[in-house]
């Protein structure tokens, strides 16, 4: 498909969210390029209303290599870092493969940045702004944004009903990583029952591995709680997060989304580091407990996440009070 180029999205939720500048800057590069994305199925609701994207192409587990022969594009510009990202591509008959240049693929790739340049100091939007550069023309304003289908919008009201003003608040218990970033449920259940005693509207997230974490959350706060876990694929939950005031949120996917859409966000970090994947932009708050060993970026830990179980859930009701008085009063 000449004078086309595909970006093939992350593989992750929040990564994908983080890597809506790429399309933006590919639009100005050159005006009016005909710009696809190529995403695992699921994550195509995160660039479905992205103004510069022609089209979104999902594929299935095993099946990204005839993806790409079906889309028939000769350049791709490729969101994961990789071996296999790349050789999938070749194989699929991408004549052109632009990416970072980690992971022994190198001579796979057309153009590459070196593997060096994809970097933990700084925020994983600038390791996407400066992969767009590669075959667009990033700009320090492009921030991620996810655009909402009216229908999104529409569903998201039937699921998530009742008066606005109350401070709808958000609670994502999970994260698929691993449980090292995970804040303990009952820490989460705490939270939640102080916040229904307080007037606000609460409801719990989740999705798929999350069952145990979220049944433990939504049983410790009790009545009064909605449990939307299961309920939402991307599109919805990116309209349930823009319908609340405030997510209250372990480092996942969906506190990207919640930020892109507009929403605030309490952000609980332990073995990650915000630094490098914190909410973008005004008015969030990353809680941490500082420990010698954090950042560890692991999945588990052995000392039983210390930097996550010394956050007490008063002071994380103390930072959502904070963010709801500003927001709803």
């Not at 587990?61 to 071996?83: C, Q």
């Not at 916040?195 to 798929?208: H, I």
């Not at 009790?222 to 309209?239: E, H, I, K, Q, Y």
Request: glycine residues 12%.
């Amino acid at each position: 498909m000449t004078g086309a180029i595909l970006f093939r999205s992350p593989n992750w939720l929040g990564d994908a969210v983080l890597s809506t500048v790429v399309p933006t800057a590919l639009a100005r590069n050159p005006p009016g390029a005909r710009i696809g994305v190529l995403s695992p199925r699921g994550l195509g609701d995160v660039f479905r209303r992205h103004s510069a994207v022609s089209e979104v192409l999902e594929f299935d587990a095993g099946r990204e290599v005839d993806a790409y022969r079906r889309a028939g594009y000769d350049r791709v510009l490729l969101g994961p870092v990789s071996f296999g990202s790349a050789w999938r591509a070749w194989r699929g008959g991408v004549r052109e493969r632009l990416g970072y240049a980690g992971s022994r693929r190198g001579f796979l790739l057309a153009a590459g940045l070196p593997a060096g340049e994809y970097r933990r100091d700084r925020h994983q939007v600038e390791n996407y702004r400066a992969l767009a550069a590669l075959a667009g023309r990033p700009e320090a304003r492009d921030e991620p944004r996810v655009e909402l289908d009216p229908s999104w919008v529409e569903m998201a009201a039937e699921l998530w009903d009742g008066p606005a003003g109350r401070g709808r608040v958000a609670l994502q218990p999970g994260a698929t990583y691993g449980p090292a970033k995970r804040w303990p449920a009952e820490s989460f259940a705490r939270l939640g029952r102080r916040l229904l005693d307080a007037g606000r509207a609460v409801a719990v997230l989740g999705g798929p591995g999350d069952e145990e974490v979220v049944s433990t959350t939504v049983k410790g706060i009790g009545n009064g709680v909605r449990d939307l876990s299961g309920r939402t694929p991307v599109g919805l939950l990116a309209a349930v997060l823009a319908r609340a005031d405030l997510l209250v949120t372990n480092d996942t996917g969906p506190m990207h989304l919640a930020a892109a859409v507009g929403t605030r966000v309490v952000a609980l970090f332990g073995s990650t580091e915000p630094v490098w994947t914190g909410p973008r932009g005004e008015g969030h708050r990353v809680v941490r407990h500082p420990v010698e060993c954090a950042p560890c970026f692991r999945r588990t830990c052995d000392i039983g996440i210390v930097c996550l179980k010394e956050i007490s859930p008063e002071r994380v009701l103390a930072e959502a009070q904070g963010i709801l008085q500003e927001e709803v009063g």
